[in-house]
């Protein structure tokens, strides 16, 4: 539900929060649920705490996602591509 | 001034009102009129068309980055006057002034005044002032009127859109909300937005110049881009659609809008416009804009059509379609 | 950070598209898929990819609306919180609007009721730090999403020792009323759109007996407009492989066994209990309440707070649009007495309802 925001984190206090900039917008973030993560990681905010670490745009997956429509639309009509 | 906060004293009518008026509000906005220290100010009257407005100003906090009330107070009645395609020729100003008011403040808005009034090339000719007690409202208000002269040949209005019309932004929405919001603190949102308050009345005449015909001018403030074009779509009984990829958008307002869950469509701009011209002067008239410092950004966003009026579409980036309503209510932040 | 880098919406949605449209057309019913939440309905419309779905594909809003399903009962009692004298009610804006039986919250801070709106639960912490004369009343209204940062602001509250706080507790949980929906055989669903971020905290797991004892695929989805058109034909895919399962598209910010320590500080504050949801009646185990350790911050408790459920308005069909078994349009109210100027309904109040949704973005060219 709701509105998650990806935002880098660009500073970390010592009590658990993080300055994290969103587009050049920044504003506190708690890491309380989330104290793994580490200046530079993006993570998902949503209500001012940091809900998990955002791995890399995994462009792999995506990669394979484009191949397997393209290959599904080849097998469905023969002679295409 | 010896006193550093306005008091009821000030507002009363005696020597301290007659000093106030003398040492910071002549001293700022002194036309002619206005030294004169008559009752009303007497203007030359020629035949053809007046633009006559009038606003109110109750902005909190007073001051933000790029701008203040004052800079606003004038930028939005020049505005105003612009888009019926007017050149203002006076402005009045009344101001009430809250009891405590520091005068350095006043001062400082005054000043920002005469600045944006030098801009427009426009001056205050009539002024009042009011004092109301310690918490009766914050700070201070203006309430403001504006005259204009119509140049001869030009008729613009929100029922003067026709099928096929380009429409133009003159630049990116949504500064100038987003600036007020970040300056009032909130909601502990930091970031380097400046309002877009300007006045417009010499981008108009650069667009008049470069091609006779605008049909219809809005500038977008309180219910932003989609409430205007919802206007212009029902004034003037035509459709509008809009592409999405094309409407301009700072990056930082985009994450502000994000972060609360607000549509970027609404937030109010006191130094943009939206034109709606005939197709075949677009290409011009954009050009013209976008050689003037307050048309930088302008871009072509959308079309008048003949099919559903009164509707406004928006054509998505992602090659669908919605419908943009107007402003209902007042947005509020939403974490859902 | 751009969404899916290295491959524009341009190139990869069009083709998802004719993977979707062919799909459905292999179907001779209109397939049922049913987003849950209701930040996908409102993602769906203004995306345009309502506009885009063939029609074989029939759409259908859940009760993933947090707003949409708090009974009036509950709006009633923070209404009597925020009348209370020295109460300063702190809540998120989405519940402003709401109605209650007789005001909202917008109403009664326009008749000089302290109300704030805040951003993250941290913000009444503060509001409690800096108004010691005063009590602070949080409003804690969302699903699985908001559940850990409520209870990790009241671990905090404890460790500031901050003794003018207290806890309005109207929060739900989501596999619950999926489960209510299911059971109850109403609406036919063929497949479920499931919340992104409620996943990011619970994972995978609490989704599986929708495969497993019903048979319907699930995909956890995001919310970018890529996101959702991969999740339909992820969804779509299943059910031409005669597959239900259930994955996850939004690999990027859902890991299958969800967010651990967040699970870990909600159980330690809260405990589930049977739940009121708007619409849908008693669902056992759906809500959550503060354990005994925390009860002395339980507002209902310390106010003595009185629950005094009213139903719907007379032709309100709330509860029948939440279940997916009526779509806003079908209901009598919608657009004449029920908009989002005035509104009857929650659902057309929240933002994300579904009749507030259809009202502004699902009108006709």
Redesign the interface.
């Known amino acids: 539900?709701?509105?998650?925001?990806?935002g880098?984190i660009v500073s970390i206090t010592t009590n658990g929060l993080a300055a994290v900039d969103?587009?050049?917008?920044?504003?506190?973030v708690?890491l309380?649920?989330?104290?793994e993560a580490e200046i530079g990681d993006?993570v998902?905010v949503?209500?001012?705490?940091a809900?998990?670490r955002?791995?890399?745009?995994?462009?792999q997956?995506?990669?394979r996602?484009?191949r397997e429509?393209?290959e599904?639309?080849r097998e469905?009509t023969p002679g295409a591509g | 001034m010896k006193e550093r906060r306005i008091s009821l004293a000030h507002g009363a009518g005696g020597k301290l009102s007659h000093d106030l008026v003398q040492e910071l509000f002549l001293p700022y906005l002194g036309s002619a009129p206005l030294q004169a220290l008559d009752d009303s100010a007497v203007i030359p009257f020629e035949t053809g068309q007046l633009a006559f407005t009038t606003d109110a100003y109750v902005v909190k906090p007073l001051f933000f980055p790029g701008g203040d009330i004052g800079r606003l107070a004038v930028c939005g009645t020049v505005n105003d006057l612009a888009m019926a395609g007017a050149q203002p020729l006076g402005l009045s100003a009344a101001f009430i002034l809250e009891e405590g008011l520091l005068i350095a403040d006043l001062e400082r808005v005054l000043a920002s005044m005469q600045a944006a009034g030098k801009e427009a090339g426009v001056q205050v000719v009539a002024g009042d002032t009011k004092v109301v007690e310690h918490g009766a409202i914050e700070g201070l208000f203006i309430t403001t009127a504006g005259i204009g002269k119509i140049p001869a040949g030009v008729a613009i209005g929100s029922a003067r859109t026709l099928p096929g019309d380009a429409i133009i932004v003159s630049g990116p929405l949504g500064d100038h909300e987003i600036a007020v919001l970040l300056a009032r603190g909130e909601f502990s949102l930091q970031g380097a937005v400046k309002s877009d308050c300007a006045p417009l009345n010499k981008l108009v005449a650069t667009m008049l110049a470069a091609s006779g015909t605008i049909h219809s001018l809005r500038d977008p403030t309180r219910g932003g881009m989609a409430t205007v074009l919802w206007e212009i779509a029902h004034a003037s009984g035509v459709g509008v659609v809009v592409e999405e990829e094309e409407i301009p958008i700072r990056g930082e307002v985009r994450a502000v809008c994000n972060l609360l869950g607000f549509d970027p469509y609404y937030l109010a701009n006191e130094g943009r416009l939206i034109a709606f011209v005939p197709e075949g002067a677009a290409k011009t008239i954009l050009q013209a804009m976008q050689q003037h410092p307050l048309g930088k950004g302008a871009k072509l966003i959308g079309r008048a059509v003949v099919d559903h009026p009164g509707k406004v579409l928006l054509h998505t980036t992602l090659g669908g379609h919605r419908m943009l309503e107007p402003l209902s209510g007042v947005q509020f932040p939403r974490i859902c | 950070m751009r969404k899916h880098p290295g491959l524009a919406e341009a190139r990869l949605a069009p083709l998802l598209l004719k993977e979707i449209t062919g799909f459905a057309g292999l179907s001779d019913q209109p397939l049922r898929l049913m987003e849950v939440c209701g930040t996908h309905t409102v993602a769906i419309f203004r995306s345009g990819i309502k506009s885009l779905l063939p029609s074989a594909i029939e759409l259908l809003s859940g009760p993933g609306c947090p707003v949409c399903v708090t009974p009036t009962a509950e709006i009633d009692q923070a209404i009597t919180l925020a009348r209370q004298k020295d109460v300063i009610l702190a809540t998120f804006g989405d519940l402003m609007r709401v109605p209650g039986s007789s005001s909202t919250l917008q109403q009664e801070r326009a008749q000089g009721r302290t109300i704030r709106v805040i951003l993250s639960p941290l913000d009444a912490l503060q509001l409690a730090a800096e108004h010691p004369d005063h009590v602070v009343c949080l409003f804690a209204v969302g699903f699985e999403t908001t559940s850990p940062t409520i209870a990790a602001a009241v671990t905090e509250a404890g460790s500031q020792g901050l003794t003018n706080l207290y806890l309005l507790s109207s929060q739900r949980t989501i596999p619950p009323a999926i489960r209510a929906l299911l059971a109850n055989g109403m609406a036919q669903i063929d497949g479920f759109i499931l919340p992104g971020h409620v996943s990011v905290i619970i994972g995978q797991a609490p989704y599986r007996f929708i495969a497993e004892e019903f048979g319907i695929p699930g995909v956890i989805t995001g919310f970018e407009p890529l996101d959702i058109l991969e999740g339909i034909y992820m969804l779509l895919k299943q059910k031409k492989e005669g597959r239900a399962a259930i994955e996850i598209q939004y690999r990027r910010a859902v890991a299958a066994e969800g967010n651990e320590r967040a699970r870990a500080i909600m159980a330690e504050v809260f405990a589930p209990v049977d739940a009121n949801w708007r619409g849908l009646g008693m669902i056992p185990a759906s809500g959550l309440a503060l354990r005994e350790a925390f009860s002395y911050l339980d507002a209902a408790r310390h106010f003595a707070l009185p629950y005094i459920e009213q139903g719907d308005a007379p032709g309100c069909l709330c509860g029948a649009v939440l279940q997916g078994i009526r779509r806003p349009p079908e209901c009598p109210l919608f657009g004449t007495q029920c908009t989002p100027e005035e509104p009857i309904g929650a659902c057309m109040v929240s933002t994300e309802g579904s009749c507030a949704a259809y009202y502004k973005y699902g009108g006709r060219p």
């Open positions: 539900m709701c509105l998650g925001i990806p880098k969103f587009d050049g917008i920044k504003r506190e708690s309380m649920l989330c104290p993006y998902l949503h209500v001012g705490f809900l998990r955002l791995e890399p745009e995994d462009a997956e995506t990669l996602l484009f429509i393209e599904s639309y469905e």
